[in-house]
């Protein structure tokens, strides 16, 4: 699930975010378990993203507070590494603006690629398309799934051992 907000709000990790997720889409800390985090990066405008990544325990249906949360979706992972639905196109020579245009939702930028490398990681598998121009496919059919994502977390300003395993 993914949910696409348009505040910005400072968070102290992981007592606040347990009560975002509450106040933006009714999901409890009892209804997932807590499998990782991908790298923090500062995004547009400056805005700190700690994205993590979770197990649902049971089936979920989101509560939408309609003024902070604008929609969601459902979407299995290895969709986000189909290159028949991805397009991207690279900014000042160093980073790719990855976007899926699937039927249910049109997925772009950060959280693209946050799907893509939580994909990669979680399923172990890797994209036919250029994560990045450091990255290009032909760099990538010659890496693993974990040397990929150590490679990201670096690009992204944090070496991988100071993040929690996915």
């Not at 992981?14 to 409890?28: I, R, T, W, Y």
């Not at 979920?60 to 992972?77: A, G, I, S, Y």
């Not at 399923?123 to 398309?129: E, H, I, V």
């Not at 490679?151 to 300003?157: N, S």
């Amino acid at each position: 699930m993914l949910k696409t907000s348009g505040r910005y709000e400072s968070l102290k990790f992981p007592k606040d975010a347990n009560h975002e997720d509450f106040s933006e889409v009714g999901l409890l800390r009892d209804d997932f378990i807590l499998l990782g985090s991908l790298p923090s990066f500062r995004a547009r405008f400056g805005v700190l993203i700690h994205p993590t990544v979770a197990l649902l325990r049971r089936p979920f249906f989101p509560r939408l507070n309609v003024h902070e949360v604008q929609d969601t979706f459902w979407m299995p992972l290895e969709r986000f590494l189909d290159d028949s639905v991805h397009m991207s196109f690279v900014v000042d020579n160093k980073y790719a603006v990855h976007s899926f245009s699937f039927e249910e939702a049109h997925t772009f930028g950060v959280t693209a690629l946050m799907c893509i490398v939580t994909a990669i990681g979680v399923l172990q598998k890797m994209p036919s398309f250029d994560i990045a121009p450091m990255l290009p496919a032909s760099r990538l059919a010659k890496m693993s799934p974990s040397e990929l994502i150590s490679q990201v977390c670096e690009y992204a300003g944090q070496p991988l051992a100071t993040l929690a395993k996915l």
